[in-house]
Structures are given as C-alpha cells and as structure tokens.
C-alpha cells in the first residue's frame, strides 16, 4: 500500500532536507516533484494542484525560509497537511443503540467479507452485533454471509433463496432481532458490476425504510478514480456517513484514499489490508500520514500485537531472550506468534524507515515460505536438540536436512544464525541493551509510561504528544531505526554486505 508514492515521496524531500537554504525556485522543483507523484499515484488532479498549492504557500512562510533546517519544516507540512486532506482526526461510528448499519458498495469491492469484519471488530470493542443478508441478488451470497458468521460467532438473519422484495426482508430481519440481544444491527445490501437505476431505486427505498445511523460505502482501494466517483453516486442515493476502503494491502499507489474524503466530503472509517477476518481497522489519518512517508505506525502495531499476542508468553520469551536461555522451542514460539499478526511485509511496513530497508533486501527476502522452511528446520529437531543446540553434530544436521526437505547448507547457516541473535540479543550490545531497556517492563509497559487505559494498554498518542517516551536513542541509529546495517553484516550496500550477520544470512537467497 502506498509504496509507489511512499518511495517517490522520500525521492522529492531528500533533495529538500539536504538544502542549507530554501528558495522560491527550489521549493517550486520539489512541489512539482511531489505533484507527479501524487498524479502518479492516481490521486484526482483538482485534490492534487489545491493541496500542493496550500502545501507551497506554507512552505513559503517566512518562519519556514528562517529555521535552521527548513528542508524538515517543510517535511512536517507536508506531513500535517497530509493528515488534513485524509480527514484530520479519526471519524467514529455512530453507534446509539439500537444502531443500524447500511453496507453499500459494488459487487467485487467486498461488502458481504466487510460486513463480517465490521461486525467481529464491534463484537471486540463490546458491542453486541447482528448481521442481516440483504444482498438478493448475487448468487450464494446469503450463504457466505452465514458462514463468515458462523465463524465470528455473531447471530445473522438470512431470507430464503427464493426471496426477491428485499423491503420485506428488511421488515422480517426487524421482527427476528426483536428475539435477539443486541445492540448493532448490520446489513449486507445487494450490489452490480456497475452502478444502475434498479440499484440505486432499491438502495433508495431500504435506506427510507431503515433511516440507518450508518451508511457506509465499502470501495476497491485499487480502482482508484472509479471510487470516488462511485462514492458520489452511492452518496446521492442513500446520503453515506462514511467509507470503508478494502484491498489497501493489493494497491501500490494509493489514490483513492487521498481523493476520497476531499472530493466526497465523507470520512473514511476503516480500512482492510487483506483477506483474513482480522485484517481489518480504524481509519487514522495521521498515522496513515506517517505511513505514507515511511514513519511507520508504532501505535498501530502495538495495538495489533495487545490485540492478538499473549502478552505473559511474550515476556516469558522476552525474559529468556535475556538471560540467555533462549532456545529452539522459544524461536519457534516466536515464529507462531509473528505470523498471528499478519504477513512479515506488512508487519515490518509499520517500522519507521522500512521503505529504505527494503529495498536492501534480496528478491524475494520477506517470502513466508522461509519461515515455514525454518519452522520446518525446528520441528525435524528431536527434543534434546531444540534445547541445545551444541548437540547438532554434523550427523544430526544430514538427518534434520532430510527431514525437513532443505539443504544440508541451509540447516548449516540456519543454525549458525541462530548462535549469533542468541548472542546478539543476550550481549552487550545495542540490541542486547535494547533488550534489557524492554525487560524493565512491568505490567507491559516501560518505565514512565502512563497508566493503562480501557483497552489495557497505554495511550502512546498522549505519549508522544507530552514526550513522555523512553530515551532510546542511543540503541538507535541514524533516522530512528535500530541500527541495522551492523546486524546485516556491515555496509548498507548490499554488494557490500559481509557474510555474517543474523539478518543478512537470514533474508539470503538460498
């Protein structure tokens, strides 16, 4: 998501931040840089010329041209700005009981697979959810829609096969709901390949019907312009309240998230990042800001991490890590635990600077099937040889390479690795004192961190706003981002790179 504009982006502000002085001129070429890239990246050309100018006007300031780094002040619009056009602050749901949810959209955009997600994450959040299949048109809809709630395990109201007036649906799930405890009713609508009258006249009539709390339009990041204009058109038949972009893990450039909200007027809610019922989120727009430029979002990946790790098996873990007793069955633990939280890519994406390490990165290098080979590795062990790996003689390594189906040489290097994070993480080191600064932790938080809230963790945006963060920057390297390049093997160069390092060897082709 955003990679294409992400990597033109860093392009244009890298010329700026190594600027002594800024110019009129040169804050012209950067502008036009930036303007291609948001072009590039489908944005709608009104939402990009206006926003590049207030972006220029700003940057022309007299309080930016006298700073000592204007190049970073111009950075820091661009960025705040960013958050302004994506909606400024997040967009809740209105949700006062008894709530009701219209779900709209096109047939491919994933209305019925959104209706579920939307449903499981209400259900998180201590809402009572049900689901309606009001979709009469596509052919096994109903039933889909009865299996993914089956899976979440949320009631779901489903007409028979033969039904065709979908009011009296609408009117019957009513009645059915009246038997049920709940507190959010969400409706799966029907869609078309294209928008037409029939569509529109039937969505009118349900949305009368309903007088729903909630229109929400789920849209195709990957259409792009398409979007905004089927945003229009679905907004004009049902007055939408607000939009779900779905697909934003399959779309490189990211357009329509940065039109929508400017040519429609309309938040955009929540957003899905894939297939999986739990790839699913709140819309932030100023972590989806830093996201863009390659800040990362620390804060969602804590969230993700309090919402599907175990926290005691993680400290368990963090805890051996450190007093060197890590072993085997911990990696494989570990393993487990990182792919609960998505694929490697987009768990690493919310790092800041990921973009320019990626690009470091061997074809290939974040391919999940190298976990599984590596897991595969760790379950060919026997017991003994998982605890202590001082057993694995040259013998018992021919039989784990047999038995896992890779190469002696990948068993080998595997191995290898491994002593070294084992050493890394447990030494005296940046990482080994970035570990011992994240085993002070009580309770799941650092030192100086405030209490917990709600949701049981720490609010980290009230954190970063009053700087109350721990001081990590001497375990840090240039840019924020622990330093990598010495746990690669050396220079950031990857024809440079030496051939020791866990990370190198770890991502190396095989």
Request: net charge positive; hydrophobic share 40%.
């Given at each position: 998501m955003f990679s294409l504009l992400s990597d033109k982006l860093d392009d244009a502000f890298r010329k700026l931040r190594g600027l002594s002085k800024i110019s009129e001129s040169n804050i012209a070429d950067a502008m036009r840089d930036i303007r291609m890239a948001?072009?590039?990246?489908?944005?709608?050309?009104?939402?990009?010329?206006?926003?590049?100018?207030?972006?220029?006007?700003?940057?022309?300031?007299?309080?930016?041209?006298?700073?000592?780094?204007?190049?970073?002040?111009?950075?820091?619009?661009?960025?705040?700005?960013?958050?302004?056009?994506?909606?400024?602050?997040?967009?809740?749901?209105?949700?006062?009981?008894?709530?009701?949810?219209?779900?709209?959209?096109?047939?491919?955009?994933?209305?019925?697979?959104?209706?579920?997600?939307?449903?499981?994450?209400?259900?998180?959040?201590?809402?009572?959810?049900?689901?309606?299949?009001?979709?009469?048109?596509?052919?096994?809809?109903?039933?889909?829609?009865?299996?993914?709630?089956?899976?979440?395990?949320?009631?779901?109201?489903?007409?028979?096969?033969?039904?065709?007036?979908?009011?009296?649906?609408a009117k019957d799930a009513l009645r059915w709901a009246e038997s049920q405890e709940h507190d959010v009713i969400i409706f799966d609508t029907a869609g078309r390949q294209e928008v037409d009258e029939d569509l529109v006249a039937e969505l009118r009539k349900l949305a009368k019907f309903l007088s729903p709390q909630e229109a929400l339009l789920v849209a195709d990041a990957a259409t792009g312009q398409q979007a905004v204009r089927v945003a229009q058109t679905f907004d004009k038949a049902v007055g939408l309240t607000g939009i779900i972009l779905t697909k934003l893990d399959g779309d490189a450039r990211g357009g329509a998230a940065l039109s929508m909200r400017a040519v429609t007027g309309k938040p955009i809610k929540f957003v899905g990042e894939g297939e999986k019922l739990d790839m699913f989120g709140h819309f932030v727009p100023v972590r989806m800001a830093d996201r863009i430029l390659g800040m990362g979002d620390i804060v969602g990946l804590v969230?993700?991490?309090?919402?599907?790790?175990?926290?005691?098996?993680?400290?368990?873990?963090?805890?051996?890590m450190m007093s060197g007793e890590f072993n085997f069955n911990d990696f494989l633990n570990q393993m487990r635990m990182m792919q609960k939280l998505g694929p490697l890519e987009g768990l690493?994406?919310?790092?800041?600077?990921?973009?320019?390490?990626?690009?470091?990165?061997?074809?290939?290098?974040?391919?999940?099937?190298?976990?599984?080979?590596?897991?595969?590795?760790?379950?060919?062990?026997?017991?003994?040889?998982?605890?202590?790996?001082?057993?694995?003689?040259?013998s018992r390594r021919r039989r784990i390479a047999k038995g896992s189906g890779v190469s002696e040489i990948e068993v080998n290097r595997f191995i290898k690795n491994f002593k070294e994070m084992k050493e890394m993480m447990g030494g005296k080191g940046k990482m080994g004192g970035l570990m011992k600064a994240m085993g002070g932790m009580q309770g799941g938080a650092m030192p100086n961190m405030p209490a917990a809230g709600p949701n049981g963790m720490p609010d980290l945006n009230e954190m970063m706003k009053s700087g109350n963060m721990p001081d990590l920057s001497s375990m840090m390297g240039a840019g924020g981002m622990p330093d990598l390049s010495s746990l690669m093997g050396g220079s950031r160069k990857p024809k440079q790179q030496k051939s020791g390092g866990f990370f190198n060897n770890l991502f190396r082709r095989k």
């Amino acid at each position: 998501m955003f990679s294409l504009l992400s990597d033109k982006l860093d392009d244009a502000f890298r010329k700026l931040r190594g600027l002594s002085k800024i110019s009129e001129s040169n804050i012209a070429d950067a502008m036009r840089d930036i303007r291609m890239a948001l072009l590039d990246a489908d944005v709608e050309y009104s939402v990009a010329r206006e926003f590049i100018a207030e972006v220029k006007s700003q940057a022309m300031g007299e309080k930016v041209l006298k700073t000592v780094k204007p190049g970073e002040q111009i950075v820091k619009i661009f960025r705040d700005e960013l958050a302004k056009l994506l909606g400024g602050e997040a967009s809740e749901l209105n949700l006062t009981p008894p709530a009701r949810i219209l779900v709209v959209g096109l047939n491919g955009a994933g209305k019925t697979t959104t209706s579920a997600k939307l449903a499981r994450k209400l259900k998180m959040e201590g809402k009572k959810p049900l689901l309606v299949a009001c979709d009469l048109i596509r052919p096994a809809a109903i039933d889909q829609l009865a299996t993914l709630a089956r899976q979440i395990e949320v009631p779901v109201y489903t007409p028979s096969a033969s039904e065709k007036d979908v009011i009296r649906v609408a009117k019957d799930a009513l009645r059915w709901a009246e038997s049920q405890e709940h507190d959010v009713i969400i409706f799966d609508t029907a869609g078309r390949q294209e928008v037409d009258e029939d569509l529109v006249a039937e969505l009118r009539k349900l949305a009368k019907f309903l007088s729903p709390q909630e229109a929400l339009l789920v849209a195709d990041a990957a259409t792009g312009q398409q979007a905004v204009r089927v945003a229009q058109t679905f907004d004009k038949a049902v007055g939408l309240t607000g939009i779900i972009l779905t697909k934003l893990d399959g779309d490189a450039r990211g357009g329509a998230a940065l039109s929508m909200r400017a040519v429609t007027g309309k938040p955009i809610k929540f957003v899905g990042e894939g297939e999986k019922l739990d790839m699913f989120g709140h819309f932030v727009p100023v972590r989806m800001a830093d996201r863009i430029l390659g800040m990362g979002d620390i804060v969602g990946l804590v969230e993700k991490a309090a919402e599907k790790l175990d926290e005691e098996s993680a400290m368990n873990s963090m805890n051996r890590m450190m007093s060197g007793e890590f072993n085997f069955n911990d990696f494989l633990n570990q393993m487990r635990m990182m792919q609960k939280l998505g694929p490697l890519e987009g768990l690493l994406k919310l790092l800041p600077g990921f973009g320019k390490l990626r690009k470091q990165l061997p074809e290939g290098a974040l391919d999940p099937k190298r976990l599984k080979r590596m897991e595969a590795i760790v379950l060919s062990m026997t017991p003994a040889e998982r605890v202590n790996y001082k057993l694995l003689i040259p013998s018992r390594r021919r039989r784990i390479a047999k038995g896992s189906g890779v190469s002696e040489i990948e068993v080998n290097r595997f191995i290898k690795n491994f002593k070294e994070m084992k050493e890394m993480m447990g030494g005296k080191g940046k990482m080994g004192g970035l570990m011992k600064a994240m085993g002070g932790m009580q309770g799941g938080a650092m030192p100086n961190m405030p209490a917990a809230g709600p949701n049981g963790m720490p609010d980290l945006n009230e954190m970063m706003k009053s700087g109350n963060m721990p001081d990590l920057s001497s375990m840090m390297g240039a840019g924020g981002m622990p330093d990598l390049s010495s746990l690669m093997g050396g220079s950031r160069k990857p024809k440079q790179q030496k051939s020791g390092g866990f990370f190198n060897n770890l991502f190396r082709r095989k």
